[in-house]
């Protein structure tokens, strides 16, 4: 047998995700609406072949039977009718004209939308006027007028319902159109060669179609409605065919005396209006990318803590304005849980500078949201651990106290101040909104103390640049206006997650220099998060290296520099050119980190250290003590070394 023979093809890993099914059926409110609606629809299809009484012969002697009674269920109408069988058929006939209505609407609509959103100009122009036109007119007064038109039917009652409604899709999907015609990928596929027919229906329109789907699931509910209007003002279903809005109308003059016969119709235009906008709530979150995590509700304002193991808290007094102690953050898609930190413990001093060092995916930020309860919920949730500010754990106060400390005590500067700044409001009034969230102080005071802020920053010319909005500004002027936000409030400890990852090197060494003269100056202690150690020696005092949700190596910044104990940290110290040693070689990390939904038994860097045994795929590998430092390793560098 060859060796090509014995090679065993992995097969891909199916993926944990939930289908958009299940992730539908995890909507309990959408769920409620595809059983009530899965119901009707079956009960419709199924009318022909039930034992149904023919739902137009009348019989006057067995007018107005109350439901119950033998051989009509709900009873009969003012003709001796039966009401159940009249009910079904009706229900098919709505049902058909509305999903008829709203596929034209849907398919005309969009086609506009998608024109004219796509080649703008007078094209734009042309077709929205021609929508406006019809939109100046309120859209059930122009159904009438159509059905005048035409005359009364329920054919011509169908027309005029999807006419009425193509505009609504047409507004919708142009201006999404408007917003993809010029993107980077739009712009690549016309390079390629492609026609314009080619580049708005296999471009543009797969991003538009989850937005007509959408727009379609929200209105069929509303189509039905519209043909039960026109119906019941006898401009829809003619006798003696039955719709539920013509069966509402028959009933509108027995409403005192028999009820039920128009209450009947009306429950199920209620059930289907309400099961269709619950599936509609539904499938918006299903093909909404934000939301597919595995879950169907909105992240909360803090990270659902749901704590599996507590620690205890310290009881001795510190001089730490941070405890972290064995936090635990994972996140659960699907049938997969994402262990994304893994038992973290840090302490930050008072006026201390703490970084926090490892590859991307590490668990670095995520470590940082958790202390602030940002993470999203679903499908984060913290699952173990302390964190302590001034003797109260973060995670066991409500939320009003934890509002306060956020900006307040603790604060923080993400890694992309573009996404972070508001775009619609100027810095200075931004700026002014974190100092007024925490002070009672008016909106002129708060401009004043905006602008100092941005003197202090070093930003020049402030009072202009105040009111500048965050596009006018350069990569590091913004930067150094999230500096200065999460100054506003004379915060105890500042988190800065990677602040200098997207500015060049010169502006990146201004920031650092800004960053650490301020931290003396205001006495805050701060944790930096990167993945540059050549950042870490500029301005830390100690540093803890991260791998894999945990921490590996933590002691302070000349020790680990000069002589890493960690083989992780060795290379990613290898990793940092120095300049005025051209001749250094710089060598990449072998191989990729594990992912944390699959984390391997023992150390998790064994599949990359240079120096693993047998014993280190094995057991808890716990953080040990080796003179001023921990470490995270059987076999530590500096025994060798030393």
């Known amino acids: 047998m060859t060796a090509a023979s014995d090679t065993v093809v992995a097969k891909p890993a199916k993926s944990a995700r939930p289908s958009s099914f299940r992730l539908l059926t995890n909507n309990r409110l959408a769920a409620l609406g595809l059983i009530v609606l899965g119901i009707v629809v079956a009960l419709a299809l199924l009318t022909p072949i039930l034992p149904l009484d023919n739902p137009d012969v009348t019989d006057p002697a067995d007018r107005l039977l109350p439901p119950g009674t033998a051989g009509h269920l709900l009873g009969t109408d003012h003709l001796g009718r039966d009401i159940l069988s009249r009910l079904l058929w009706g229900t098919r006939v709505s049902l058909a004209v509305g999903l008829s209505a709203t596929l034209i609407a849907a398919f005309f609509g969009s086609l506009i939308g998608l024109v004219a959103g796509y080649f703008g100009g007078r094209t734009d122009a042309l077709l929205m006027r021609s929508i406006d036109m019809l939109m100046a007119f309120p859209y059930i007064l122009l159904a009438l007028g159509i059905v005048a038109v035409l005359g009364p039917g329920l054919l011509n009652a169908l027309y005029a319902i999807a006419v009425v409604n193509i505009p609504f899709f047409a507004r919708n999907i142009r201006g999404v159109t408007r917003g993809l015609a010029h993107r980077e990928f739009v712009d690549a596929a016309r390079l390629s060669g492609k026609g314009h027919a080619g580049v708005l229906f296999t471009e543009v329109l797969p991003n538009v179609l989850p937005v007509i789907v959408i727009t379609m699931s929200s209105t069929v509910g509303w189509m039905i409605l519209e043909t039960a209007g026109l119906s019941f003002l006898g401009l829809g279903v003619q006798p003696p065919q039955a719709d539920l809005g013509s069966m509402l109308g028959e009933g509108r003059k027995l409403l005192f005396n028999a009820p039920f016969v128009s209450v009947i119709p009306g429950l199920m235009i209620f059930a289907l209006v309400m099961s269709i906008n619950l599936i509609g709530d539904g499938v918006r979150d299903v093909l909404d990318p934000r939301l597919r995590s595995g879950a169907l509700a909105r992240p909360s304002a803090r990270t659902r803590v749901d704590r599996r193991e507590v620690p205890a808290m310290p009881d001795r007094e510190t001089d730490d304005a941070l405890d972290v102690i064995d936090l635990k953050t994972e996140f659960t898609v699907g049938s997969s849980v994402y262990r994304a ?95 007024r969230s925490h002070h009672p102080v008016g909106h002129a005071e708060a401009w004043k103390r905006s602008v100092a802020l941005l003197e202090l920053v070093r930003i020049p010319n402030a009072r202009e640049r105040a009111s500048s909005y965050p596009h006018e500004l350069s990569g590091g002027m913004r930067q150094r206006v999230c500096i200065a936000m999460a100054l506003a409030n004379d915060s105890d ?22 960053l650490d003269d301020l931290r003396r100056e205001k006495g805050a202690a701060v944790l930096f998060i990167t993945h540059d150690f050549g950042v870490v020696s500029e301005i830390c005092d100690r540093v803890a290296v991260m791998y894999a949700g945990r921490i590996v190596e933590l002691g302070t910044t000349d020790d680990v520099l000069s002589r890493p104990a960690h083989p992780y940290t060795r290379k990613l110290i290898d990793c940092v050119p120095i300049l005025g040693d051209p001749d250094r070689r710089l060598d990449a990390i072998e191989g990729l980190p594990p992912t944390v939904n699959r984390l391997p038994p023992g150390c998790a860097f064994a599949d990359r250290c240079p120096r693993v045994r047998d014993d280190c795929r094995a057991g808890e590998i716990a953080l040990a003590d080796i003179g001023d430092r921990q470490v995270r390793c059987l076999y530590p560098l500096v025994e060798t070394e030393e």
């Open 493 to 514: 400890v500042l988190i800065a997650d990677e602040p200098t990852t997207a500015l060049d090197v010169t502006v990146q060494a201004q920031v650092l220099r800004l």
């Open 341 to 435: 930190v893994g038992g973290v413990s840090l302490d930050l001093k008072d006026k201390e500078c703490l970084g926090l060092v490892g590859e991307s995916g590490s668990g670095k930020s995520v470590t940082a949201m958790s202390v602030l309860g940002l993470v999203a919920t679903p499908p984060g949730a913290i699952v173990g651990g302390r964190v302590v500010v001034d003797g109260a754990d973060l995670l066991e106060v409500s939320d009003e106290t934890l509002r306060g400390l956020r900006g307040g005590k603790i604060s923080m500067i993400f890694q992309d101040p573009l996404s972070t700044l508001h775009p619609l409001f100027t810095v200075g009034d931004q700026i002014a909104e974190a100092i």
